[in-house]
């Protein structure tokens, strides 16, 4: 079991949190995306190994949402902020 730390309540287990994905700019205007960037966007996945940055919210928490910056090789977690 993951303890994260949430940037506003601290530590606590990964059960208090769900996970979103990777942080990333929604493609803009969205009236004008072509149908292969909106898939882009929707399903491809970076899949990296080592330090990697992803979205979350203490969902049964603060209900906040963060960044986590995570090492997919080790699960160490590397930090946790508040979104840009
Ligand atoms: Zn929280």
């Given amino acids: 079991m993951l303890i994260i730390p949430c940037p506003w309540c601290g530590p606590r287990a990964e059960q208090e949190f769900h996970f ?12 004008q995306v072509s149908d292969q ?19 979350w919210s203490h ?3 603060c ?9 997919t090789h080790t699960h160490q977690i590397l930090s946790t902020k508040a979104p840009a």
């Fill in 20 to 31: 979103a994905g990777e942080p990333k700019a929604r493609p803009v205007p969205a009236e």
């Fill in 37 to 55: 960037t909106w898939a882009h966007y929707l399903y491809h996945r970076s899949n990296e190994k080592g330090a990697h940055r992803e979205l």
């Fill in 59 to 61: 969902a049964h928490g």
């Fill in 63 to 71: 209900g906040r949402w963060f960044v986590m910056e995570r090492d």
